[in-house]
């Protein structure tokens, strides 16, 4: 099939931003649902969080760095996520950090990366993941990104490859390029995960969403439960749709 690259649409002043539908948010945690129970051999539960760091990024960066970081305050006291940072920019730059244990060391590693400008490196970063899961079980990817530009059957494969390695695509879309989006959904579709998009005007939504979704890769039903029970709404709406 013929290569199709697309570019990405020019951001505009005027653009505003607008907030994603509640049925995107109820459709993102019908599709948590259904993913099993998370168990891990040897109690240690490991995800990868893979960035975009391009330079369309750059107007939103800081805040998004801040929000990743966040992700992983509640597991920080549950113990049990071993999480890997997976980034591109630039000219074919794509680096995967060492595996940390804890939130301070992730967003220690986190402030280091800036934007740069190239174009997206999605197949590289699932290659990637594919040879960590092969290594050891890998529980969950968390992506973030903003557009697509490459071969969306050629990620689709890749994708492929995952789901039936077991390792799910958790796929958060900043923005609403239409390209984008319709590529995250399949890679969420393909893998057994889920796609959600967010904007400025989501940020609480997203970092209880990504909090989530970072508690059940640690511990599963048993951890997530005892964070609904806590104080996070979206965590007690999550649990309720795993059923």
């Not at 940390?100 to 290659?127: E, K, P, S, W």
């Not at 319709?182 to 998009?197: D, I, P, S």
Request: proline share 3%.
């Amino acid at each position: 099939m013929a290569k199709n690259k697309t570019d990405r649409p020019a951001k505009r002043a005027s653009d505003k931003p607008v907030s994603p539908a509640r049925s995107d948010v109820d459709a993102f945690l019908a599709q948590v649902r259904v993913r099993p129970a998370t168990t891990h051999a040897a109690g240690q539960g490991r995800l990868i969080f893979a960035m975009d760091a391009t330079m369309s990024r750059q107007p939103t960066w800081d805040r998004a760095c801040n929000l990743q970081a966040e992700m992983f305050n509640e597991t920080a006291r549950i113990g049990g996520l071993s999480v890997q940072l997976v980034y591109f920019r630039g000219f074919r730059e794509c680096r995967a950090s060492r595996w940390v244990g804890d939130a301070a060391a992730l967003a220690d590693l986190m402030v280091r990366v800036d934007c740069r400008g190239g174009h997206t490196q999605i197949g590289r970063t699932l290659n990637h993941v594919r040879k960590e899961a092969k290594k050891a079980k890998v529980n969950a990817v968390v992506y973030v990104g903003d557009c697509m530009e490459e071969n969306v059957d050629d990620l689709c494969a890749a994708a492929g490859e995952l789901g039936l390695l077991g390792v799910p695509l958790f796929m958060f879309q900043e923005g609403h390029d239409p390209v984008a989006q319709g590529a995250f959904k399949e890679l969420a579709r393909l893998t057994g995960g889920a796609y959600c998009g967010f904007d400025a005007s989501s940020v609480r939504q997203l970092r209880e969403l990504l909090s989530a979704v970072a508690v059940y890769a640690a511990g599963g039903r048993k951890a997530l439960t005892a964070v609904a029970g806590s104080k996070k709404a979206t965590a007690k709406l999550l649990l309720e749709q795993l059923g």
